[in-house]
């Protein structure tokens, strides 16, 4: 596949939008609309607004950093290829279930979690298993971004990204709940369809594939260095038997060196081989190395199981602002408030912490960290595999971090030169009081500007309501833009999700949007007849 041009597409944008506030005066909302003339944006500008991204949005891009470390690390064990190994030798067959359970849970944590960056921490795994089974990248792109847009479409219970939406059009957690689960099953529906017509029409068979790695497992081609092809010249002068015997000695020294370099992580009396893998040429850096030998398994699964749950624990809104349970936040405040004589150790030992229902993404840090440090200890790495493998790991991860800067750069530009409201302004006049197409257009727009959720619902709904007035349409209102900003999400250049995994996985944007453009149609034509239907009830 070409190299991917995701970083091109965003500055394209961002100097875009530079030329947009050149072109369209600036205007804000604060209880009355009012025009401040063009502020323009200057060319300092263009250099020092990334630093302004990274200072309100760094910790997402660190965090991305930090996953690709954590893999960088697991790349390093070679149980973790095993790990993969039996995973996928498990689904033989079945890959297409495991695809739509893939679909299922990162729409729904999306959904009902808001997580979006989160999931992160499993994309790599879920990337490697669907690769593993022998679908291509543009497979895994559909399940992985696909999977989350319609979640962000079907937003239900995800406080953190709909809180500005809630409070603007005064509306409670739990409206129309059974419209947005309506969305969120339907989006999944045609996602898989098209995913799986996509896998039809390519004639990807992932179950030869499979049968393929297990026949390369266990043919074993041994992995050799390359100065084994200088020791195979001997001196003529020597006898055949001492010439064959020397070689020998020499090919097996230079095969446990190779194994040696291939796989430190690997303990004296385990007997690793490193082997080639066939026609996984564009996926060297998306799937860890094939390793032969035996090797316990068990460490990975429970550590994916705890952070699953932890996450799911950690992120749903189970407060006030969510299903009213109280037991999180009671049990923090006992746990920090204890004292062991007359004085609080877990609070001041623990510092802040955020009760589950509460956390952001920068709380993910610590246990990420005592996981990778647990599966350190229990595979005995060497600390300078560690490092060496979080530094491999983290520059793998460095385009999608540096495009997370870049795509919160534009939306930097846009609120420092606010010329967006005045096109908003100007499509709402078309109509008066609520109209679905103007609010649908407003909708899309505000979304592309914006990319983050909070930033998208303060930009346009204060100066919406104030034009459409009538609070009876707010909640098809509110069904409208949440679910539009799923589908953009799914296509605009300044989606996180999407440019990120896109350049992670090495794919064009230009590629994505022609395969995914059926999908991505037919979304929006069956959200734009729940629209209507809403509006005719």
Known sequence: MKK???VKVVLVVMLLFMLLTWIIPAAYFSGEYAEQGRIQMGLFDLFNYPLTSLSYFGYIAFFIV??????????????????LDKMVAKFAGKGKLVIAIFMVLLAVITSICGLQFGLAIFIPLI?????????????????????????????????????????????????????RFVILLVGLIVLMFNTFMYIKKHKINGKNNIKLEKKTIKKVEVVE?????????????????????????KKQSTNKKAAKNYNKAATKDENIIVVKENGTNDNDELVPTIVGGKHKIWPFVISFLLLFVLIILAFVTWGENGFGITLFEDVTK??????????????????????FGEWVITDMFLPLAI???????????????????????AKKALAPAVLVILIYTCLVIVTYHPFQLVIYKAILGLSKGFNIATTALVGILASLF???PSYVYQSVLPYYTSVVTNSD??????????????????????????????????????????????FLLEFLIILFIIFIILALI
């Open 225 to 249: 260095a390359k100065e084994e092809d200088k020791e195979k010249k001997v001196k003529t002068s020597k006898t055949t038997t001492k010439a064959t015997s020397k070689t020998t000695s």
């Open 371 to 393: 996981v990778t440090l647990l599966l350190v200890i229990i595979y005995k790495v060497k600390l300078e595999d560690v490092f060496d493998g979080f530094i491999k790991g």
């Open 473 to 518: 349409n707010y909640s098809i209102v509110a069904i409208m833009f949440q679910s539009l900003y799923g589908f953009t999400m799914l296509v605009g250049p300044t989606s996180v999700v999407l440019m990120s995994v896109l350049a992670y996985l090495n794919i064009n944007y230009k590629d994505w949007l022609k395969n995914a453009w059926k």
């Open 4 to 6: 991917n041009n995701t």
């Open 66 to 83: 930090l996953v690709g470390g954590f893999y960088g690390i697991l790349y390093k064990i070679p149980a973790y290829r095993t790990f």
């Open 334 to 355: 006992n746990v920090l408030e204890y004292e062991l004589f007359d004085f609080p150790l877990f609070g001041k030992l623990l510092g802040t912490v955020n009760p």
């Open 450 to 452: 914006n990319a983050d």
């Open 127 to 179: 990337v490697s298993i669907i690769l593993l089974m022998g679908y291509d990248k543009i497979v895994a792109a559909l399940t992985v971004v696909g999977s989350i847009g319609v979640g962000l479409a079907g937003s239900t219970y995800a406080y953190t990204n709909l809180s500005i939406l809630l409070s603007a059009l005064q509306l409670k957690i739990g409206y129309e709940i059974e419209i």
